[in-house]
Nanobody
Framework: QVQLVESGGGLVQPGGSLRLSCAAS????????MSWYRQAPGKERELVAR????????NYADSVRGRFTISRDNAKNTVWLQMNSLKPEDTAVYYC????????WGQGTQVTVSS
């Protein structure tokens, strides 16, 4: 059974930082393309960042490029999303997604950026 467990969300002031973690189990992690998605209230879900199996290539949404960094450690079955210079518009539920034969989604973690 595939499980993706996100952690690290919370309340942060504008300009602050958070680091999200996603611990994976039940799959061959090194075979999975890993992504972070987010969904804000009343908005469609959007892709935030993606990283290839070896970590050699990363892609970012225009809205977060230069502020967010996705990384992974295949030995630890973990992917991270480092979020810096956070803005109120980054407020959303953030989901970890593993793509291997099909997409597997975590339960999400809330990120709230507010003063």
């Amino acid at each position: 059974q595939v499980q993706l467990v996100e952690s690290g969300g919370g309340l942060v002031q504008p300009g602050g930082s958070l680091r999200l973690s996603c611990a994976a189990s039940g799959l061959t992690f090194s075979s999975a393309i890993m992504s972070w998605y987010r969904q804000a209230p009343g908005k469609e879900r959007e892709l935030v960042a993606r990283i290839t199996r070896t970590g050699g290539t990363t892609n970012y949404a225009d809205s977060v490029r230069g502020r967010f960094t996705i990384s992974r450690d295949n030995a630890k079955n973990t992917v991270w999303l480092q979020m810096n210079s956070l803005k109120p518009e980054d407020t959303a539920v953030y989901y970890c997604v593993a793509a291997v034969l099909r997409d597997y989604w975590g339960q999400g973690t809330q990120v709230t950026v507010s003063s």
